[in-house]
C-alpha cells in the first residue's frame, strides 16, 4: 500500500486551491487540526467554504481563517462563542448555512457513504424546512438571501425534510494516532465530527499526534479506515486549548469570598 505520509503540514494542504470547500474535524476547541488550519492559513487560500460544527474562537482554530476573511461561505451548526463570526455575518461579509447538529452530522456520514440525500425530522415545520432562513445579510439589517424551501413528505404519519449530503473537496481531521496507510484512532470525545469529516471529504488530510508503522494498531480499535485518508502528517506537540475553563475555588478563596459577601450584607 502506498505510503500517505506528508513532510509537514504545509506541503499536505499546498494543494487546497481558493474557492475550495472543507469539512473541518472538532467540536468547540476538542479535537480540531489546528496544524493543518494554521498552515492553510500562513499559505493565504482564501474565499473558502467550510462545513463544521463551528467556526473555531476569535482566535483559535477556524477563527484564525474567519479574522483574516479567508472564508466566504460557512455550514454550522453552533457559531455562539466567535464575535468576529457574528460581526461578518450580521455586515454581510459571510454567508451562513445554520444547520441542525444531528442533520450536520448526517450530511457528512452520508456524504461518506455515497448517498446523496436523506430525510429527517429535524427542522419540519421551521424556517429550516419552509425556507426564509437569513444565509447573508446587506449590511444595512436587510438580508440579501435566503434559504429556500425543501422538499417535504410524510412517513408513516410523521413529516420529514429532505436534506441533501456533503462532499466537500478536501477534509481536516485531527487524531491522537495514525499509521502510514491512513488508518486512524481518535482519542475519547476528541472524536466528535472528525469520522463524519473524513469520510465526507474527497481528498482527507489528517494531522496525527503519534505515527506508527502498519499493523501496530488494533484493527478493532481503529475508527477511521485508511480508504478515506489520503495524507497523513505528524504534528507531535500541537497546543490543545479550552473553550472555557471552570475551576472551583480553594479553601482560603471560600473563605475570603464568604467573609465579603458578609460585609456586604
Excluded at 119 to 148: C, F, M, N, W
Excluded at 169 to 179: I, Q, T, Y
Excluded at 193 to 219: Q, Y
Aim: proline fraction near 5%.
Amino acid at each position: 500500500m502506498i505510503d500517505k505520509v506528508a513532510a509537514s503540514a504545509a506541503e499536505a494542504v499546498a494543494d487546497i486551491p481558493d474557492g475550495a470547500s472543507l469539512a473541518v474535524g472538532g467540536f468547540g476547541l476538542c479535537g480540531i487540526p489546528v496544524a493543518l488550519i494554521d498552515a492553510l492559513h500562513e499559505q493565504g487560500t482564501g474565499e473558502l467554504e467550510t462545513i463544521s460544527n463551528n467556526c473555531g474562537v476569535d482566535d483559535w482554530g477556524l477563527g484564525v481563517l474567519l479574522k483574516d476573511h479567508r472564508i466566504r461561505r460557512t455550514i454550522s451548526s453552533y457559531v455562539g462563542e466567535n464575535k468576529e463570526f457574528a460581526r461578518q455575518f450580521l455586515s454581510g461579509e459571510l454567508e451562513v448555512e445554520l444547520t441542525p447538529q444531528g442533520t450536520l452530522a448526517e450530511k457528512l456520514r452520508a456524504g461518506g457513504a455515497g448517498i446523496p440525500a436523506f430525510y429527517t425530522p429535524a427542522g419540519y415545520g421551521t424556517q429550516i424546512s419552509d425556507g426564509g432562513l437569513p444565509q447573508r445579510y446587506d449590511g444595512d439589517g436587510g438580508v440579501a438571501k435566503a434559504s429556500e424551501a425543501k422538499e417535504k413528505r410524510e412517513f408513516d404519519g410523521r413529516h420529514y425534510v429532505m436534506e441533501h449530503s456533503a462532499t466537500p473537496d478536501f477534509a481536516l481531521v485531527h487524531a491522537a494516532k495514525g499509521d502510514r496507510h491512513g488508518n486512524l484512532v481518535y482519542h475519547a470525545t476528541a472524536m466528535n465530527f472528525n469520522p463524519l469529516c473524513a469520510m465526507a471529504g474527497k481528498i482527507t488530510i489528517a494531522e496525527v499526534e503519534e505515527l506508527v508503522e502498519p499493523g501496530e494498531l488494533n484493527p478493532a480499535e481503529i475508527h477511521t479506515p485508511g480508504i478515506f485518508v489520503q495524507r497523513v502528517v505528524v504534528t507531535p506537540d500541537v497546543e490543545k486549548r479550552i473553550e472555557k475553563r471552570t475551576v472551583s475555588l480553594n479553601k482560603e478563596e471560600q473563605a475570603a469570598t464568604s467573609v465579603q459577601a458578609g460585609a456586604q450584607s
